[in-house]
C-alpha cells in the first residue's frame, strides 16, 4: 500500500453547531460531510462540531453517527457557544425564531430552515436581528439551486422570453391525503401546526419572487378540507386546524399575472414542484420529477411559427449553471444535490467574504416569504385582494 504525499492547502475550518437531527439535520450534514471533496479550491471546511436536539435518546446516537465531535439537548447552550461560527436551524418551524435570534446576537452566522417563521411578526423580528447582526443569515429556499431553475433565472435575466406575461407554480404532496391521519403524520412541525401552505407553499412563492419579481398584491383561498382529524399533541386546542390547500392569483410590480398553488393533499404526488414562465418572446417550463430538464420555447416572435415548440434542454453541461463541479454531461443531479449546492455558496460567503444575494435567500427574502403568506390568509379570510406591505 502507498500512502499518498500530496500536500493540500489548509482550508479554512469552520465550525458547524446543528439543531434537530431529523430529516433535514440529516440533509445538511450529508452536504457538509460533501462539500470539502466536491469544492476543494474553495478551501472551505466544515467541522461537525455540536449537535443539539431535545431528544436526548437520539441526539448521542446521530452525533455519533454523523461524525459530530459533541452533542448537548438545549439550543440555549449551543447558541452560546463561543466555538460555533455557523448556527443551523433544523428544529422544526416554531423553534426557529428564538435560537436564530439568539445565535446571531451571539456573533454566528445562521441558516435557518423555512418557512423563517410561522408567524409574521417572528419573522420580522429575525429580519431585524439579522440586519442588526455581524453574521450572514439564509433561509434555506434551496430549489433555487437546482441548476435548471438557475439556468431559467439566468434566461430571463437576459431577455430570452422577453417581457413576463404569466407564471403558474405548483407544489403538490399527498401527505395529507388519508383524512384518518393526525397533524403530527402530515405537516412539517409539531404543534403549532404551521400549515401546508407555510410547509411547502412557501417554496413556490420564493420561486416566484426569484424568477419573475416581487408581488404587489394577492387574492386568496387557503382550505383546511378535513376538519375532523385526530389532535394528539399535548396542549393543542381540540378545535386547531391546520391549512391544507392553498390557491392564489398574484399580481406583479412588473405587470405580470401569477397563480400559485399548494396542497398536501394532492393524492397521488408526492413532492411535486413546479412552474411554466410565459414571456412575451418565449416560455419556460420546469418541475422536480424532471429536475435536470429546462423545457424551452426561445425567439417566439418575427420567425417561422410552424416551427415553435418547447425543446427539452439537458441542463447537465458543465457550463450550465452548478453543473461543472459535479459529473460528466448528462449524469443527472437531483434534489440532494441542490442542497450540497446551497450549503457550499453559504459557507463559500462565510469563509471568503463573498455576497449571498443575489442567489441565496436571506433573511429579507423569509420575511417577505412570510409577509404574502399573511395576505393570503387575509384575503381568504376576508374574500378581498390584499396588498403585499413589507
Ligand atoms: N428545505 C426543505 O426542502 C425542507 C424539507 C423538509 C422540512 N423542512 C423544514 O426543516 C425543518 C425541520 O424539519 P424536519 O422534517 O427535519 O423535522 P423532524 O421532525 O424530522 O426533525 C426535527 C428535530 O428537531 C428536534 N427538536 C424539536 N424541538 C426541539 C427543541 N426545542 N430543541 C432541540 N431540538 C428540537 C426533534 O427532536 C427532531 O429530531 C422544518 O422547519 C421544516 O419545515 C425543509
Not at 474553495?42 to 461524525?67: F, M, S, T, W
Not at 459533541?70 to 425564531?97: M, Q, S
Request: aromatic share 10%.
Amino acid at each position: 500500500m502507498v500512502m499518498h504525499n500530496v500536500a493540500i492547502d489548509t482550508p479554512r475550518e469552520i465550525n458547524i453547531g446543528l439543531l434537530g437531527c431529523g430529516f433535514m439535520g440529516k440533509c445538511h450534514t450529508n452536504a457538509y460531510k460533501k462539500i470539502p471533496y466536491i469544492y476543494p479550491a474553495a478551501k472551505v471546511a466544515p467541522r461537525l462540531k455540536v449537535l443539539c436536539d431535545q431528544n436526548a435518546a437520539i441526539v448521542e446516537r446521530e452525533a455519533a453517527r454523523y461524525g459530530f465531535e459533541e452533542y448537548c439537548t438545549d439550543w440555549k447552550e449551543l447558541v452560546a457557544d463561543a466555538r460555533i461560527d455557523v448556527f443551523d436551524n433544523c428544529g422544526p418551524d416554531p423553534v426557529h425564531p428564538e435560537p436564530c435570534i439568539a445565535a446571531l446576537k451571539n456573533g454566528k452566522h445562521v441558516i435557518c430552515e423555512k418557512p423563517m417563521a410561522i408567524r409574521v411578526e417572528d419573522a420580522r423580528r429575525m429580519r431585524a436581528a439579522a440586519a442588526a447582526a455581524t453574521g450572514m443569515a439564509m433561509c434555506t429556499f434551496n430549489y433555487r439551486f437546482m441548476p435548471a431553475v438557475r439556468f431559467a433565472k439566468d434566461l430571463i435575466a437576459a431577455g430570452r422570453i422577453g417581457a413576463i406575461h404569466h407564471i403558474r407554480v405548483h407544489y403538490l404532496q399527498m401527505a395529507g391525503h388519508d383524512p384518518s391521519l393526525p397533524p403530527d403524520k402530515v405537516w412539517y412541525s409539531r404543534w403549532p401546526f404551521s400549515g401546508g401552505l407555510q410547509g411547502i407553499g412557501s417554496h413556490a412563492i420564493d420561486q416566484c419572487r426569484f424568477l419573475v419579481g416581487e408581488i404587489k398584491s394577492v387574492s386568496a383561498l387557503v382550505r383546511t378540507f378535513n376538519k375532523d382529524r385526530a389532535i394528539p399533541s399535548a396542549g393543542c386546542p381540540a378545535d386547531v386546524v391546520s391549512d391544507e390547500g392553498a390557491a392564489a392569483i398574484l399580481d406583479f410590480e412588473n405587470g405580470a399575472i401569477g397563480v400559485v398553488e399548494s396542497s398536501v393533499v394532492a393524492t397521488g404526488r408526492k413532492n411535486f414542484l413546479g412552474w411554466e414562465i410565459n414571456g412575451s418572446h418565449g416560455s419556460l417550463h420546469w418541475d422536480l420529477e424532471h429536475p435536470n430538464s429546462l423545457f424551452a420555447c426561445l425567439a417566439g416572435v418575427g420567425g417561422d411559427d410552424s416551427l415553435l415548440g418547447f425543446t427539452e434542454i439537458s441542463v447537465t453541461e458543465s457550463g450550465h449553471p452548478y453543473v461543472g463541479d459535479w459529473w460528466p454531461q448528462g449524469h443527472n443531479i437531483g434534489w440532494e444535490h441542490a442542497q450540497i449546492i446551497e450549503k457550499f455558496h453559504f459557507l463559500d460567503a462565510v469563509a471568503n467574504n463573498k455576497p449571498l444575494c443575489p442567489f441565496n435567500a436571506t433573511f429579507e427574502d423569509g420575511y417577505r416569504v412570510a409577509v404574502i403568506i399573511d395576505a393570503m390568509r387575509r384575503s381568504s379570510r376576508t374574500g378581498q385582494r390584499t396588498d403585499i406591505q413589507y
